[in-house]
């Protein structure tokens, strides 16, 4: 089955689906080893990853859909992929969601902020009109034909202009095409109530940031309001990057690994990486 049909599948259970952010083939594995039905890939992540930069538009198209792709072909299980805006107008939306298509991918997410855009939970964020981005969401359906591709539309408008502006584009979104609604950031419970209010009929997204603008409420809890997927785009990230501190730390001052917390079994990590499946490959070759 393809993956964007798998995840509509899920879409369709009362269940809400718990969806933790990768940056990198290890990372999205390690999501699969655990028993994940869908892993998403993190801007931010990647862009921190692979730049060493902020999610402030740093990260090209083609970059991204680098790391995409070789996330996508690294596990079994459906992936949603961060595309920020579509990179440019409803044309290069639709070539954005061709080559995501290609790839294999279950969804993309489609933000309206202005071009550099910013991570969802940083200040100062721009949204270009609600009707251009209708009109992209609209490209993005054309574009995906038969493929089932799943379009998750985002509005970055809570900053800026406030939640009833966020809702009133959410809605044309909806109308647009879109498959499931993202509205980020919302600051309380109370506003993501409002938003589960607003669209009793819709698969609706929230986005929890260690340290961000949502408060940390728990799945069961947003199932309970009326949410379909909770994103966790940057658990995995901020862990690795204190746990990777601490090890180099902990080297430079004692010279040596000796009783260094938190390292996996070597043996272990070669069983993620199925090296005694190519072992095997390999002598089946030799002479």
Same mark, same amino acid.
């Given at each position: 089955?393809?993956?964007?049909?798998? =995840?509509? &599948? /899920? =879409?369709?259970?009362? &269940?809400?689906?718990?969806?933790?952010?990768?940056?990198?083939? $290890?990372?999205?594995?390690?999501?699969?080893?655990?028993?994940?039905?869908?892993?998403?890939?993190?801007?931010?992540?990647?862009?921190?990853? %692979?730049?060493? /930069?902020?999610?402030?538009?740093? =990260?090209?198209?083609?970059?991204?859909?680098?790391?995409?792709?070789?996330?996508?072909?690294?596990?079994?299980?459906?992936?949603?992929?961060?595309?920020?805006?579509?990179?440019?107008?409803? $044309?290069?939306?639709?070539?954005?969601?061709?080559?995501?298509?290609? /790839?294999?991918?279950?969804?993309?997410?489609?933000?309206?902020?202005?071009?550099?855009?910013?991570?969802?939970?940083?200040?100062?964020?721009?949204?270009?009109?609600? %009707?251009?981005?209708?009109?992209?969401?609209?490209?993005?359906?054309?574009?995906?034909?038969?493929?089932?591709?799943?379009?998750?539309?985002?509005?970055?408008?809570?900053?800026?202009?406030?939640?009833?502006?966020?809702?009133?584009?959410?809605?044309?979104?909806?109308?647009?095409?879109?498959?499931?609604?993202?509205? &980020?950031?919302?600051?309380?419970?109370?506003?993501?109530?409002?938003?589960?209010?607003?669209?009793?009929?819709?698969?609706?997204?929230?986005?929890?940031?260690?340290?961000?603008?949502?408060?940390?409420?728990?799945?069961?809890?947003?199932?309970?309001?009326?949410?379909?997927?909770?994103?966790?785009?940057?658990?995995?990230?901020?862990?690795?990057?204190?746990?990777?501190?601490?090890?180099?730390?902990?080297?430079?001052?004692?010279?040596?690994?000796?009783?260094?917390?938190?390292?996996?079994?070597?043996?272990?990590?070669?069983?993620?990486?199925?090296?005694?499946?190519? =072992?095997?490959?390999?002598?089946?070759?030799?002479?």
């Amino acid at each position: 089955m393809l993956a964007a049909q798998k =995840l509509r &599948e /899920l =879409l369709a259970r009362p &269940e809400i689906i718990v969806i933790p952010g990768v940056y990198d083939c $290890l990372s999205a594995k390690l999501v699969e080893k655990a028993g994940f039905d869908v892993a998403a890939t993190s801007g931010f992540g990647i862009a921190a990853s %692979t730049l060493g /930069l902020p999610d402030y538009g740093f =990260l090209t198209a083609t970059e991204n859909f680098y790391s995409i792709g070789r996330i996508a072909k690294s596990i079994n299980i459906p992936l949603i992929a961060d595309c920020d805006t579509g990179y440019g107008n409803a $044309l290069n939306v639709m070539r954005t969601v061709k080559d995501a298509v290609h /790839l294999g991918l279950a969804g993309i997410i489609l933000e309206d902020q202005e071009w550099p855009k910013k991570c969802g939970h940083f200040a100062g964020k721009r949204v270009i009109s609600m %009707t251009e981005h209708a009109g992209k969401i609209r490209a993005a359906v054309e574009a995906r034909g038969d493929s089932s591709l799943v379009i998750i539309a985002r509005t970055d408008a809570r900053g800026p202009l406030g939640l009833a502006e966020a809702i009133d584009r959410g809605q044309l979104y909806i109308n647009a095409g879109a498959d499931v609604l993202f509205v &980020e950031a919302p600051q309380s419970v109370l506003e993501l109530q409002t938003i589960a209010a607003a669209f009793p009929h819709v698969p609706l997204v929230a986005n929890i940031v260690e340290g961000g603008k949502t408060p940390p409420i728990s799945p069961q809890e947003l199932q309970n309001l009326g949410f379909k997927i909770v994103f966790f785009p940057l658990t995995a990230l901020l862990a690795v990057t204190e746990v990777m501190n601490v090890c180099f730390r902990h080297l430079k001052a004692q010279g040596n690994t000796d009783n260094l917390p938190g390292l996996m079994n070597f043996q272990d990590f070669q069983e993620l990486m199925n090296v005694p499946e190519y =072992l095997a490959i390999e002598q089946s070759y030799q002479p």
